[in-house]
């Protein structure tokens, strides 16, 4: 595994490289270059935000929703973790830390505005994904608005990373 100099220096190579190819508009060999960085390391937020950008810029909406909807579901799943340790926390009657726990589940997951109930000290995992599969109804409603929320940040990414781009020229 490669150290965070290591990330840090092939991401920049990378960033130059992307960047490069847009300048000279040359989306499809930006996107490929994307992907394969999202191969490499599949959490790197700049290689998604890379995609999005050359995804918008081909005109392939529908690939970039589809990114941004696997996207949201590992996020979902890596803020299961806050509900799994405030599970573990609450079986060895670590209140304050379970609790913790699941108001950062909250902050990640998406829709957690709607997870009012997480944050109370007697909440386990089990009534996590009890509340889950009650909201999922509801969730269904507004992941149209979600999913242009979304969208509008990545358009708002896009233009920091123009915007820095030109300013590295």
């Not at 000279?24 to 937020?45: E, I, T």
């Not at 079986?91 to 709607?114: D, I, M, N």
Request: hydrophobic share 40%.
């Amino acid at each position: 595994m490669m150290d965070n100099q290591s990330f840090e220096k092939t991401r920049l190579v990378f960033l130059d490289q992307f960047h490069g190819l847009c300048r000279n508009n040359m989306y499809p060999d930006a996107l490929a270059l994307a992907q394969q960085r999202l191969k490499a390391w599949p959490m790197d937020a700049d290689a998604y935000i890379a995609a999005g950008e050359a995804q918008v810029a081909l005109a392939h909406l529908a690939e970039s929703q589809q990114m941004l909807c696997e996207l949201e579901k590992k996020i979902s799943a890596l803020a299961g973790v806050f509900a799994r340790m405030g599970e573990f926390y609450t079986k060895k009657g670590y209140a304050r830390e379970a609790q913790l726990c699941y108001q950062q589940y909250q902050v990640y997951h998406p829709s957690a505005e709607k997870r009012q109930a997480l944050t109370s000290q007697s909440t386990s995992f089990e009534e996590v994904q009890k509340n889950e599969s009650n909201l999922d109804q509801q969730d269904h409603a507004a992941s149209t608005d979600h999913l242009i929320h979304t969208l509008s940040g990545w358009l708002i990414n896009i233009r920091r990373i123009k915007t820095h781009a030109a300013s590295h020229q």
